[in-house]
């Protein structure tokens, strides 16, 4: 059952570019999903990640009780655990539950009340016309919502730490800046690359071969998530230990 | 024309469609009938190619549809309009936009050709001034108009509707009935409906094919059907009371 769903994967993303629509026609679908899964997200995003940089701060100067051990410590820790993990990791978790679900319900809608079967039944390749631009858009959009959630991390951060009293500000950018690998920015670009695909494709699997009813929608759209989360999971782990 | 030759499909071993062969004429209304259940929306779907049928040959004016390559299967399929039990419209676009979806994505016409295209097809379906309508807006009646617009916007040559009166009060199932008969005489087009309503039997069933369990019982038109001696398409035609006392008294 798994190796023939693998299968059925493997053949549904090859049918995304197969008897493919005009370009214009994808580059018009592919803006407005870029607005749906990009600009739509950036809110969340936001307080996620500005949240996900604070309470780092305060964890990391919490464990920090060695005096020898010095302040920009905090903010390197902050920097590094927000490039390298959470902001490509957490948020695609984040993106896995909002884009995800909604990209597997939106399509098992259409699904169960013919709208896939009228797209076919016109001689569309309804795979590729629903489904290519949502991976597309993901692709672009995710890895500038990790961009921007890795600087609002390390802002949020920085607010806390000074506002609170636990690194000065020049202590938190000399830490910021300390011992810099820019390598790391190009992992996390990777990752943000892969984990956006992951999630489109899986989610729009999900919700594209929906049958039944409403009942099918729903489970379909929290499949989508959990086998997303997995193979964001998968993913993460096999890309640290290939390219770290 | 449509010609269908020896169609077998089953499911899971249970066979749905039992060798079933016939024709469906240009110009003419050609019903599928039959109880639920009976294998109609699966000859249907076998026919449109959205169903792969174990077994058998579909033709379009001669040109074989079951094995043909991609790009005629593509080619015949943007020949197809269809109407669908619910409507199938798309969600996230207004009434113009639905009809103009074919035109928009089919062909390169200008845009104000496609507007007059897609205004002409909604007067034709008595759909005036409802361009800007979302689909959740609409009765069910007006969705199935919206529908129709649809299926026949690209100058289709094949029309299929499936149970087009499902959820429609009698009144407005004639009024769909009598809009697609005459479409399909004005623009001679070659039309398939499934349905189980006799009102749509009798009103337009120029050619009806009667499916019993899988397998053709039956083939005739609105005016000999009454008269047949299949005794499925006699119990399902006279199936209740008043019209069995009728035949009695007949």
Redesign the interface.
């Known amino acids: 059952m798994f190796v023939a769903n693998i299968g059925k994967y493997f053949m549904f993303l090859g049918s995304l570019f197969t008897?493919r629509?005009s370009f214009s026609?994808y580059f018009k679908l592919t803006i407005e999903e870029c607005q749906l899964i990009g600009i739509n997200s950036i809110v969340l995003v936001a307080i996620v990640s500005s949240f996900m940089g604070a309470v780092t701060t305060l964890q990391t100067a919490f464990n920090l009780v060695n005096p020898l051990i010095p302040d920009y410590v905090i903010s390197l820790v902050v920097r590094d655990m927000t490039i390298l993990e959470l902001a490509p990791t957490i948020i695609a978790l984040i993106f896995a539950g909002k884009v995800g679900s909604s990209m597997a319900s939106g399509l098992g809608?259409?699904r169960i009340?013919?709208?896939i079967?009228?797209l076919?039944?016109?001689?569309?390749n309804s795979s590729s016309?629903l489904v290519l631009p949502k991976v597309l858009a993901s692709v672009l959009m995710y890895p500038l919502l990790v961009i921007l959630a890795g600087i609002l991390s390390m802002v949020g951060g920085y607010l806390v730490g000074v506002f609170a009293g636990i690194i000065s500000p020049s202590d938190y950018i000399y830490g910021i800046r300390f011992d810099f690998n820019q390598f790391t920015v190009l992992f996390a670009l990777i990752k943000s690359f892969v984990f956006a695909f992951l999630v489109s494709t899986i989610s729009s699997y999900k919700g594209f071969y929906t049958s039944g009813g409403a009942l099918e929608v729903g489970i379909a759209s929290t499949q989508a998530v959990t086998t997303s989360v997995i193979a964001i999971l998968f993913a993460d782990y096999f890309l640290a230990q290939l390219l770290l | 024309m449509i010609e269908i030759e020896n169609i077998y499909k089953s499911f899971d071993g249970k066979t749905v469609l039992n060798g079933i062969s016939g024709k469906f004429e240009q110009g003419k209304t050609n019903l599928i009938l039959g109880a639920s259940g009976t294998g109609k929306s699966v000859l249907l779907k076998c026919i449109?190619?959205?169903t792969q049928p174990d077994q058998g040959n579909i033709y379009y004016d001669s040109r074989e549809f079951t094995t043909a390559s991609?790009d005629l299967?593509?080619?015949?399929?943007?020949e197809?309009g269809?109407l669908?039990?619910?409507g199938?419209?798309?969600?996230s676009k207004n009434v113009q936009e639905n009809v103009m979806?074919?035109l928009?994505?089919?062909t390169k016409m200008p845009l104000d050709e496609k507007l007059d295209r897609v205004n002409f097809c909604l007067r034709r379906v008595g759909l005036e001034d409802t361009n800007s309508k979302m689909p959740s807006e609409i009765s069910g009646g007006m969705k199935k108009r919206v529908g129709i617009a649809r299926a026949i916007v690209?100058s289709s040559k094949y029309l299929?509707c499936d149970e087009p009166n499902s959820g429609l009060d009698p009144q407005t199932s004639i009024l769909i009935d009598n809009l697609i008969k005459e479409i399909t005489e004005e623009y001679s087009i070659t039309t398939v409906v499934v349905t189980h309503d006799m009102n749509s039997v009798m009103e337009i069933g120029d050619n009806i094919m009667f499916l019993h369990k899988g397998d053709k019982l039956w083939e005739g038109n609105n005016q000999n059907i009454v008269h047949s001696d299949v005794e499925e398409l006699n119990n399902f035609v006279f199936a209740n009371k008043m019209m069995r006392s009728l035949k009695e008294k007949s």
């Open positions: 008897n629509e026609t809608t259409m009340t013919e709208q079967d009228a076919e039944v016109m001689g569309i016309y | 449109v190619g959205l991609k299967k593509i080619e015949i399929r943007r197809i269809m669908f039990q619910g199938a419209l798309f969600d979806f074919p928009d994505v089919l690209n299929f």
